[in-house]
């Protein structure tokens, strides 16, 4: 008689729970499922002008493979993702250990360091787009006044040098953040270790290459990875400093997607690149969670 | 407990799904619109949207009489003119299209055949049809009928800082090669002078510039028959190169300037020539400063003694909300010389309306250096055209035109792909 009390507790219990996880169920079935194959359905499908849907099978893929900006988009992904990430997380190795040692004003630095990260984008593009103006800008008057150049320099509207212009950009203003997560895992590194390596008469490079670095990688791995994926969706730096242009010199992938979806209402194809973005952005949710399984510790 | 706590998420969820629910009701309010019109009844209000606080003072005058004349209250929105193309897109996608909106006429085919405007023509006094220009009333025409209403307008052509000129010991060119043949003597970069400013970066900007080359070198964006592009030809790619050569001697911010910077750069005296409207002296004389060192002159010709002004015209649109009729008698008391012309007159455009030039002395004058070089060039304005996809095409050929000026192609080259590409999307 008192199993089958148990047993509808045990049912109620799990339906209860169930009623718990529900509303998170159903944000996420709302906000990202439904969005996602709506997407997905899109992108097989070409909207004309007058609201007819034509059912095109994989065209949209087609016509964005064999676009000819489309190998130049990819190389900006690829240079702005990657390239990105070395020099976020490079520049912030660099501050993290350099705020690592105890020194004078070391609290002041820590906050001036800190506000390129709490800028806001918008304020931080206008002041940058000031610096690089060609006829006025302090960064074109600088290299004028070193000799390097004695012409004006339109960096932003020049097709070779627009993206490396604006990922300076981006680098300011992340790698700090980058600093502050690496300064937080050195911080969690046992001095003991340190000590016990001095004794053995290991200098500061061999300190740094045979602790620090292989103590700190798992989490610069995981970091990299994080900020990888905010790279490929950053849109904002983008748009602000030079929409992509000129010429498409400045684009990456999210550009694309905006430019066809709002500018040219090419929905379907619009959505065939967001597909595409999909596929390679599961790559890199793929190798994050891979990345948190792997641990280095001397303990 | 635990049930209570369910019991609460679940009425959480169910008020957010509520609260989602109520966009499909407030919807509905356009039928209700388009019920109270086929009847007696007014709405209470209807939207007109402007772009760039153009003639936002003005407008809201205008708005206030209509009020108190119908009882209907004129809601005036200002929207930025680099997004009002995605905006007014993505809101008619939705069926939430304001009443009426300043617009480019650019959009006036695409949005005929997408079902999202009324024809304006339909809606509005014969009174106001025939006081527009021939010229303005066919840029907004498709099929024969005026779809949209010409509003502002603008006949853009080159203006020279006459000091420079005289400096330089060089007269005032008529050619477009005659200009290319002066333009290193106006050059001088280390002293900041230099011979034009124009735009190869920017994708609506920079065909403001070059159109009017590409016309006089006898090119166009499309063939007759809007089948297929015309300038991947000898007549187009000479036209490309001319801007390629010219940019050699020009203010070296193109890549990355709008009109404006053109405007700038003219205004402040760094560049002897650029190719815009009346604007750039309004502002000076807005500042109180000297503006007598400019010199109007006609558009330049190409080889074949062609020559074409940029004529820019901005329209009113009547969107298809079921408001048509109250909104076109708002559109019809703001088309008058008291309200738009005085914007038209203060901006220093060109006015479409016969009335305007009886009711506005300033739009009479001879002697206004602000309007009468501009109306006289009308006859020979020539406007961009109304295509479907127009934004796309334009981009198109811009971001070729960018590449040729940067040397990343040929100008055989970059006008090739692209009349590829515009043939393409011209087919679609």
């Not at chain 2, 304001?98 to 949005?111: C, H, I, K, L, N």
């Not at chain 2, 015309?230 to 007549?235: D, I, L, P, Y």
């Not at chain 2, 990355?256 to 003219?266: K, R």
């Not at chain 2, 009308?378 to 961009?384: G, L, S, V």
């Amino acid at each position: 008689m008192k199993k089958p009390k148990r047993i509808d507790r045990n049912k109620r219990e799990k339906w209860l729970n169930m009623l718990y996880i529900l509303p998170m169920l159903a944000v996420y079935v709302v906000f990202i499922l439904y969005p996602m194959t709506s997407v997905m359905k899109l992108s097989l499908f070409d909207k004309k002008i007058n609201g007819d849907m034509i059912f095109v099978g994989l065209q949209n893929f087609v016509d964005f493979f064999t676009n000819v900006d489309t190998p130049r988009v990819f190389l900006n992904t690829a240079i702005w993702v990657f390239l990105g990430v070395f020099l976020k997380l490079g520049l912030g190795l660099i501050m993290a250990l350099a705020l690592y040692k105890k020194f004078y004003g070391k609290k002041l630095i820590t906050g001036i360091m800190l506000i390129p990260y709490a800028m806001p984008a918008a304020v931080a593009c206008m002041i940058w787009r000031l610096l690089y103006n060609p006829m006025f800008g302090h960064i074109g008057q600088f290299l004028r006044d070193l000799g390097i150049t004695t012409q004006a320099v339109g960096f932003l509207g020049n097709t070779k040098t627009s993206l490396i212009a604006v990922m300076i950009v981006n680098v300011w203003a992340v790698a700090p953040f980058c600093a502050l997560n690496i300064l937080s895992t050195l911080y969690s590194i046992p001095k003991y270790i340190y000590e016990a390596a001095s004794i053995d008469g290991a200098n500061a490079w061999q300190r740094f290459r045979c602790i620090t670095m292989p103590l700190i990688s798992s989490s610069m791995r995981t970091l990299g990875i994080l900020i990888g994926i905010w790279a490929f969706n950053s849109f904002d730096v983008i748009y602000m400093m030079t929409q992509g242009g000129p010429a498409n010199s400045s684009a990456i992938l999210v550009n694309l997607i905006y430019d066809n979806a709002f500018r040219f209402n090419n929905r379907g194809y619009s959505a065939a690149i967001s597909v595409v973005s999909f596929v390679l952005l599961s790559v890199f949710a793929i190798l994050y969670v891979r990345a948190k399984e792997d641990e280095v510790s001397y303990e | 407990m635990k049930k209570a706590l369910a019991l609460i998420l679940a009425l959480m969820m169910v008020f957010a799904f509520t609260a989602c629910t109520q966009e499909s009701a407030t919807t509905t309010s356009g039928d209700e619109a388009q019920a109270a019109e086929s009847g007696t009844e007014l709405p209470e209000s209807i939207t007109y949207v402007t772009l760039g606080s153009t003639g936002l003072d003005t407008l809201k005058q205008a708005a206030e009489e209509f009020e108190s004349e119908t009882g209907v209250e004129v809601i005036i929105e200002d929207w930025a003119y680099s997004d009002a193309y995605q905006k007014i897109l993505t809101l008619a996608e939705g069926g939430n299209m304001p009443d009426a909106m300043y617009g480019f006429a650019s959009w006036t085919r695409e949005f005929k055949e997408a079902g999202y405007i009324s024809c304006a023509e339909d809606y509005i006094g014969q009174d106001l049809f025939n006081d527009f220009s021939e010229a303005a009333r066919s840029v907004c025409s498709v099929d024969g009928k005026m779809w949209t209403m010409p509003s502002y307008m603008s006949v853009r052509t080159i203006l020279f800082n006459q000091n420079m000129l005289d400096a330089a010991g060089v007269s005032v060119p008529t050619t477009w090669d005659e200009l290319l043949e002066i333009a290193p003597k106006l050059y001088d970069p280390e002293n900041g002078q230099y011979a034009y400013s124009l735009v190869a970066g920017h994708a609506k900007n920079t065909l403001d510039c070059f159109l009017p080359i590409l016309w006089a070198y006898g090119a166009d964006v499309t063939n007759e028959d809007g089948t297929a592009n015309g300038f991947a030809n000898e007549e187009g790619i000479a036209a490309l190169q001319m801007y390629v050569d010219l940019a050699q001697y020009a203010v070296p911010d193109y890549g990355e300037a709008t009109i404006n910077e053109t405007q700038s750069n003219f205004t402040n005296q760094v560049a002897a020539a650029y190719f815009h409207n009346a604007q750039g002296m309004r502002a000076l004389a807005d500042a109180g400063e000297d503006y007598s060192w400019v010199t109007i002159a006609e558009p330049l010709a190409g080889p074949d003694g062609e020559k074409y002004a940029l004529g820019v015209m901005d329209i009113d649109i009547l969107f298809a909300t079921g408001n048509e009729e109250i909104t076109a008698k708002f559109l019809e008391l703001w088309h008058t010389a008291q309200y738009q012309g005085s914007v038209i007159e203060d901006a220093g455009w060109v006015p479409n309306q016969q009335s305007y030039f009886d009711e506005r002395p300033a739009f009479s004058d001879e002697t206004n250096v602000m309007v009468a070089p501009f109306c006289a060039l009308e006859p020979i304005a020539k406007f961009k055209p109304s295509l479907i996809g127009w934004e796309e095409i334009q981009k198109v050929m811009a971001d070729y035109v960018t590449k040729a000026v940067m040397g990343e192609m040929s100008a055989t080259d970059a006008f090739t792909a692209a009349g590829e590409q515009v043939d393409k999307l011209l087919a679609d």
